[in-house]
């Protein structure tokens, strides 16, 4: 793919461009001013000619007149520089004539060729001329046939070199504007450039670097927020993935090291074929674990990538919430937790990823619930949203912990990190499952229960039977 221009280039093209168009406009403005400017000079000195030899020729009444009208024709010249006459009778004999080309010999052009003011342009082999063919009664009735010219050389030479000129000025700004628009772009993307340096010295140990908008120019203000913007949350992604890391480090280490332990122990001494047994369904046991962590990394790192979409069918909250009572039961009666269930509920979504959901916020509930208590889940419909809200009673919740209750591998209780009750990631699925479902869940804490309150969109029950 051909690389586009830069925007040095285009926009000194640009001033380059607007600078000929410009001395071209003004050139072709000026010509044209000074041509009609000469034009109405020369029609001005005709018609001036033209007057004066009609009053002459009016008063000739015979023949024998013609060598005095010659001499008044003559003093009429004399007056007007460049100017050229020739008449002619009816019968196209000769009267009058001056010195100088052979006006006779100019074409007879018809009425719409001529000029709106009657000019016609020639030209011979030495001179250009502007002239006009007037047809002239005398006094006796007689009909001449008058021919006026000038001679038109100077101003056609000097709008020549006017028109040379003008194209030595338009090449001249063509240069002069080209460079100057070159110097005052290169000027002008000095703040880009200067941006441009800034960001190529951030690398993955700079991240909180920050451009400073009040520094740039007002145009690129946008520029500077929006890169601290693309910063920012790359640092926090950045951060994210490195706790990530060190996070999964951590988990994985306690079941690798328990198994490792273990594994030892049990190699050094010989031991009954029970006693192996027993050891290889503790095993097993770290096994799950481990495995049942990295199903569920697995699952958040498809939401966070949009590989895991939701499917689309009705769900009734109700039952599925009554079935985890059933799988749940025996684990609440051995803690001494009763569970309750008030409402009801349907929603568009995926049965088996909100059916997830559920289970790893009863779950949570029921293990943080103090024995003789009760998980209540409320379920209920408003407007167009549908609201879940699971309660367990128990000790309040700092509000640091409660900021930080839907991070990845936390726990409110650092001592629960070796007992093997979950990897931490029970409320960070849960939020991922919301998400994806284009609701939001929010966790609350007082003296008197901790809730979770998830807010879906609803489903429409008639467009459903339809």
């Not at 047809?135 to 040379?164: M, N, W």
């Not at 640091?400 to 839907?406: D, G, L, M, Y």
Request: proline share 4%; charged share 20%.
């Amino acid at each position: 793919m051909k690389r586009p221009p830069s925007l040095t280039l285009r926009l000194t093209l640009l001033f380059t461009i607007a600078a000929m168009v410009g001395l071209l406009a003004f050139g072709w403005i000026v010509e044209q001013a000074l041509k009609n400017h000469f034009s109405s000079e020369d029609l001005h000195e005709i018609k001036v000619v033209t007057q004066a030899v009609e009053e002459s020729l009016s008063q000739l009444q015979a023949d024998s007149d013609l060598a005095q009208i010659k001499q008044r024709l003559d003093d009429i010249l004399v007056g007007h520089h460049g100017a050229l006459l020739h008449i002619s009778d009816a019968a196209g004999r000769l009267i009058y004539s001056s010195p100088g080309p052979d006006l006779s010999l100019m074409p007879a052009l018809s009425p719409d060729q001529l000029a709106p003011d009657g000019i016609q342009q020639w030209s011979d082999s030495r001179h250009n001329y502007s002239a006009l063919v007037q047809q002239v009664a005398g006094k006796s009735g007689a009909d001449y046939t008058v021919i006026i010219a000038v001679i038109t050389d100077h101003y056609l030479h000097f709008l020549h070199e006017f028109r040379r000129t003008l194209w030595i000025m338009v090449i001249g700004g063509i240069v002069v504007m080209g460079l100057m628009g070159w110097i005052a772009v290169r000027h002008g993307h000095r703040p880009l450039h200067h941006i441009v340096d800034q960001i190529s010295r951030i690398s993955a140990n700079e991240l909180n670097t920050r451009l400073d908008p009040g520094a740039v120019p007002a145009e690129l203000t946008e520029l500077a927020l929006s890169f601290n913007e693309l910063l920012q949350r790359m640092e926090e992604a950045f951060n994210r993935i490195s706790n990530f890391s060190a996070d999964i480090a951590h988990e994985l280490r306690t079941p690798v090291t328990n198994l490792m332990t273990q594994s030892q122990v049990t190699l050094s001494q010989v031991r009954s074929m029970e006693e192996y047994r027993e050891i290889l369904y503790s095993n097993m046991e770290e096994y799950e674990r481990m495995a049942q962590m990295i199903d569920d990394m697995l699952f958040l790192a498809k939401a966070d990538n949009g590989l895991h979409p939701p499917n689309a069918e009705d769900v009734d909250l109700e039952n599925e919430v009554r079935s985890l009572f059933d799988y749940y039961e025996a684990w609440a009666e051995e803690r001494r937790v009763s569970l309750a269930l008030k409402g009801a509920a349907h929603i568009q979504g995926d049965r088996l990823m909100l059916r997830r959901a559920l289970g790893n916020l009863l779950s949570n509930a029921i293990r943080h619930t103090p024995a003789g208590s009760t998980v209540n889940v409320q379920l209920g419909s408003a407007g167009s949203r549908v609201h879940i809200a699971v309660q367990n009673p128990g000790a309040p919740l700092p509000a640091e912990q409660i900021a930080r209750i839907f991070d990845r591998f936390y726990r409110t209780d650092p001592s629960r990190q070796q007992s093997g009750e979950g990897a931490g990631l029970g409320l960070a699925i849960v939020k991922s499952i919301v998400k994806s479902h284009g609701g939001k869940i929010v966790a609350t804490s007082d003296k008197t229960c901790t809730q979770f309150r998830v807010s879906l969109p609803a489903t429409d029950r008639r467009t459903k039977k339809q």
